[in-house]
């Protein structure tokens, strides 16, 4: 019985201490001082790339695809009007480097 009053005793002590705590006041532009303070902190926080807005990596991409249409339409039009040449290019280093045969031997 005596730790059933211990425990009685405890409890009812606790809700006194509740019961003694006073209100606060606070300013009531405390909360706006505070959100203040944290948007502040929130825009010096920036990031490396902050000047690669959406418009530059529009021209960036546009810029990269202009190369790359420039380049296929190159050498497309390098292949047709080499097909003909071709062949005598790689007669022509072949016999500049003595690669062309006439015996039928493995060994020259």
């Given amino acids: ?3 059933k009053e211990y425990i009685n005793q405890q409890v009812d002590d606790t809700f006194k201490v509740l019961d003694a705590i006073e209100k606060v006041e606070v300013n009531h532009f405390f909360k706006h001082k505070v959100l203040q303070k944290l948007n502040e902190e929130k825009e ?23 190369l790359n249409f420039g380049t296929i339409f ?5 292949s047709t009007s080499s097909n003909n040449s071709s062949t005598s290019d790689i007669e022509a280093f072949a016999q500049e480097y003595s690669l062309q045969s006439s015996s ?4 020259n």
């Fill in 1 to 3: 019985m005596e730790n």
């Fill in 74 to 78: 190159y050498v497309f039009n390098n």
């Fill in 104 to 107: 039928t031997s493995i060994l």
């Fill in 44 to 66: 010096e926080k920036k990031s490396l790339l902050f000047w690669f807005t959406p418009q530059l990596q529009l021209a960036t991409l546009c810029i990269v695809l202009l």
